[in-house]
């Protein structure tokens, strides 16, 4: 089993700034790439941000030179910093976290977790 885990949402007023964290833990040998994405009401899930296991990100336009991803690899953590954030940004953000199962890297599965809620009031 393989939990990811999220935290970190809550409300902020636009200009503001927010951290998620998120974490994976269970039975894996390691981590691939972990990404953010977000769903607001009405809309389709789309993804804010990733990071590969060497430190390779991409970014969605809309938050480029606001939001900035990261990992950390000892803890298998990823993080995402949110600056200047605008009331578009409301949304559910969901963690996805790609492990392998194996050593030789053969068996790759994705996990998500549950979601946390980013208000941003005008």
């Known amino acids: 089993q393989v939990q990811v885990v999220e935290s970190g949402g809550g409300l902020v007023q636009a200009g503001g700034s927010l951290r998620l964290s998120c974490a994976a833990s269970?039975?894996?040998?390691?981590?691939?790439?972990m990404g953010w994405y977000r769903q607001a009401p009405g809309k389709q899930r789309e993804l804010v941000a990733g990071i590969t296991n060497r430190g390779n990100t991409n970014y969605a336009d809309s938050v480029k030179d606001r939001f900035t991803i990261s990992r950390d690899n000892v803890k298998n953590t990823v993080y995402l910093q949110m600056n200047s954030l605008k009331p578009e940004d409301t949304a559910v953000y969901y963690c996805n976290a790609e492990v392998f199962l194996d050593f030789f890297k053969s068996i790759a599965r994705d996990y998500w977790g549950l979601g946390t809620q980013v208000t941003v009031s005008s």
């Open positions: 269970g039975r894996f040998f390691s981590i691939n790439r």
